[in-house]
T-cell receptor
């Protein structure tokens, strides 16, 4: 079945530095990728939607200059948390939509636990 | 806007017990409804789905029926196993050209031997 590989699974960084998270679709082409943030005991909150070759669409309240999303190919999307602060510590999950719309079309990565110290 | 409300956890059951996790939704239009499962350290996996009223989704012994009249999509399993221990998320797809998924807060299930 469809697989999405997300790396790293865990990262600890110092306040003020930037962190890049990668999301790759391994056996399918993903025209659309979604980035979510999950707080403890909270739901997944959609941060942005990215389409290959175009600018990401950010949800209300998400700072696009802080959370840079690049979807340069049909198999790779990256989320860069710039100038990270402790309040950015969270669990980030990507989801890719199968171009062919197989199954219901959404495949999730295993998530990245970001801790900013 | 669209929203999903599911029962607060955690839920702790003994093996072979009956499971119900309630989920209700608020949506304009005709959303598709989903249950996702997240095992420890893993990503979300689709458990089952229903795309229209009165549809029943089923998988691995789990079932949920799309009830438009009560705007509900409750998850049930007749006999849970230890391996069912995970976090369960109810979600809806907004449809109408939108690909967004709206999630409930998740319900953690622990099944003891």
């Amino acid at each position: 079945g469809a697989v999405v590989s997300q790396h790293p699974s865990r990262v600890i960084c110092k306040s003020g530095t930037s962190v890049k998270i990668e999301c790759r679709s391994l056996d399918f082409q993903a025209t659309t990728m979604f980035w979510y943030r999950q707080f403890p005991k909270q739901s997944l909150m959609l941060m942005a939607t990215s389409n290959e070759g175009s600018k990401a669409t950010y949800e209300q309240g998400v700072e696009k200059d802080k959370f840079l999303i690049n979807h340069a190919s049909l198999t790779l999307s990256t989320l860069t948390v710039t100038s990270a602060h402790p309040e950015d510590s969270s669990f980030y999950i990507c989801s890719a939509r199968d171009r062919q719309g197989r199954s219901h079309g959404y495949t999730f990565g295993s998530g990245t636990r970001l801790t900013v110290v | 806007g669209n929203s999903v409300t599911q029962m607060e956890g955690p839920v702790t059951l003994s093996e072979e017990a009956f499971l119900t996790i309630n989920c209700t939704y608020t949506a304009t239009g005709y959303p598709s409804l989903f249950w996702y499962v997240q095992y420890p350290g893993e990503g979300l996996q689709l458990l089952l789905k229903a795309t229209k009223a009165d549809d029943k989704g089923s998988n691995k012994g789990f079932e949920a029926t799309y009830r438009k009249e009560t705007t509900s999509f409750h998850l049930e399993k007749g006999s849970v196993q230890v391996s069912d221990s995970a976090v369960y998320f109810c979600a809806l797809s907004e449809g109408g050209g939108s690909e967004k998924l709206v999630f409930g807060k998740g319900t953690k299930l622990t099944v003891n031997p």
